[in-house]
């Protein structure tokens, strides 16, 4: 099927009908475009070399690894809610889409997903993976035809079986995922029908998505260079007794509606470009922030007017691709960018007249940076992942820890960084920590320029020899010595 690109490619993501490109067509495709083939053969070359690298420390780095291909890229992955306990593992949903080439249906996928408990993975079952293979943690549970790409997947955190998706249009989709039947993806399969759907946005709304924390409120961000607000409360039964039912269970959860369009609770202006990534206060559902790609970093407060209350206009020196807020600090912002950095920002040093500088900036990906987030399981931790391949550890707790007279080499790490997944060779489009499993992370790329299609997931969690305090480390590690001294043979 012979489908035409779009004339406006997205500025971030995969560009629009480029997964319908025969080699023919790209073969034709002009040389400023395609780039040097030298260059792209030297470039594959030395991702394959740190690839290699990377894949014999696995064992060491790791207390769990599982790799998942997938044969059509996703642009988002998120983490659903916990379906079944084991001793050994657990079940837990994991939401992934498939952008496919039109020859058959865009798809919101529901997987399980076998989460291995800390510390049980035998070092052999985790470094022998096949980067071809589909992993046997990961099984399809559901699908759910998508009216169009799905570019974006937020979960509602009061009850993780209703998800939001942005597509390529105006609106806000919102899914009851056990309430939707299971579709067959086949050309010519007509959509789902979603259970809600926002409207407010004058033009397309493709990557700026949240769902608050504290109510069931939901933020978007899109070309009209607005934030629009939404509450889906009114429509949605009481979600205390909802959430603690077991996934899978009969029933709505959305009350169903002869028309299930919502309009806006507040649209908000400041911007002079897309909005790319919004997200809420963690401890206030009037309080959220947005970046776009007019390089600013705007703080908003629905109380007090739909006008920025802080507008920090030169936040990076480039488009502004994604933000968040610490979920144990009200006061700290990340934000990442297109100029490759990712930067800390402190609300109480910004002010109303546009003035703010960033605590710190972090700086080691060598291409734009297209998601962070913090953990939620220690405050001063987050992630950036960037279209160098590369998702990044940081703490800023580390940062200033090493002193002037230590000898700093050019191969040293940035200050703060600690930990580098170097698993995928191609851009990693989204990523997300579980809350249910501490530094368990799920990581997506999409593998157009080293594969020519579809995309990579693969979920982790690096030893927590890495991460526990040193202390504690080192006397475990003693301990470890000793028992081996004991066990050794006496000469």
Known sequence: METTPSSQPKKRGRPKGSSTKTKEERDKEPHRMRGSITDKKAAANAIDEKYVQWKSLVPVLYDWFANHNLVWPSLSCRWGPIVEQGALKNRQRLYLSEQTDKSV????????????????????????????????????????????????IRELPQNKNI??????????????IEAQPNKHAVY??????????????????????????MEPFVLSGGKDKTVVLWSIQDH????AADATKPAGSAGSIIKSADNPSIGPRGIFQGHEDTVEDVQFCPSSSQEFCSV???????LWDARVG???VVKVEKAHDADLHCVDWNPHNDNLIITGSADNSVRLFDRRNLTSDGVGSPVHKFEHHTAAVLCVQWCPDRTSVFGS????????IWDYEKVGETTDTEAKSQDDPPPGLFFQHAGHRD??????????????????????????GGGTLQIWRMSDLLYRPEEEVLAELQQFKDHVSKCAPKP
């Open 427 to 452: 851009k990693i489009v989204d990523f997300h920590w579980n809350a249910s499993d501490p530094w368990t992370i799920v990581s997506v790329s999409d593998d157009l320029e080293t594969s020519g």
């Open 236 to 239: 949605i039964s009481t979600l």
């Open 105 to 152: 249906p865009n798809t919101l996928i529901i997987a399980n997903c076998d989460v291995v408990k800390s510390r049980v993975a035998a070092e052999n079952h985790i470094a022998n993976f096949n980067e071809e293979a589909r992993s046997p943690f990961v099984k399809k549970y559901k699908t759910i035809i998508h009216p169009g790409e799905v570019n974006r």
């Open 163 to 176: 998800v939001a998706t942005h597509t390529d249009g105006p609106e806000v989709l919102i899914w009851d």
């Open 385 to 392: 992942s960037a279209e160098d391949g590369l998702l990044n």
């Open 306 to 308: 739909n006008n920025p």
């Open 188 to 213: 010519g399969a007509a959509a789902s029908r979603p259970d809600l759907v926002l409207s407010g946005h004058q033009d397309n709304a493709e990557f700026a998505l949240a769902l608050c924390p």
């Open 292 to 298: 776009g790609d007019d390089s600013c970093l705007i």
